[in-house]
């Protein structure tokens, strides 16, 4: 039973993990640094650290059920 539900936080946590992944912007200015646009978006700096929190939750929490579920698992 135990198992289970971490095996569907597990699975949760993962799909979630991609998502917040993926809506990362990149950390490279790339072209736009050439003409100077990459300053036109720093005002996105608030929601970018409050992404990179929720991430980092969602990867300790990817991580506490992995260690769990392993530690179940083999029977220790």
Do not use: C, W
Request: glycine share 14%; no cysteine.
């Amino acid at each position: 039973m135990l198992t289970t539900i971490l095996q569907y936080i597990q699975i949760l946590s993962g799909l979630l993990l991609i998502l917040l992944v993926l809506i990362h912007s990149p950390k490279g200015d790339g072209i736009g640094a050439i003409g100077s646009a990459s300053h036109l978006f720093s005002s996105q700096k608030g929601a970018e650290a409050g992404l990179n929190k929720i991430t980092t939750g969602v990867v300790v929490v990817f991580m506490l059920t992995s260690l769990i579920l392993g530690l179940f698992l083999t029977g220790r």
